[in-house]
């Protein structure tokens, strides 16, 4: 089973953050699990990132938080 998540908590960029150690243990439940994160490019632009084996956040660095609402 897959599961596709979508939030706006930018601590999952954060290596060992209580955030990012909670969706491991989520994705652990799943054959796969993508995290789709809204971000202002503004903030810190980030990258795909696979947090765990079956885990990946993919980033939507926005340009601001018009264009991540509007979304």
Request: hydrophobic share 35%; glycine share 8%; charged share 25%.
């Amino acid at each position: 089973m897959f599961l596709i998540s979508i939030g706006t908590d930018r601590k999952i960029f954060e290596e060992g953050s209580p955030v990012r150690n909670r969706q491991v243990e989520y994705g652990s439940l799943f054959d796969t699990t993508h995290i789709v994160v809204w971000n202002e490019r503004n903030k810190g632009e980030f990258g795909l990132i696979n947090i765990s084996k079956n885990v990946f956040v993919h980033p939507t660095n926005s340009k601001n938080k018009l264009f991540y609402k509007l979304c």
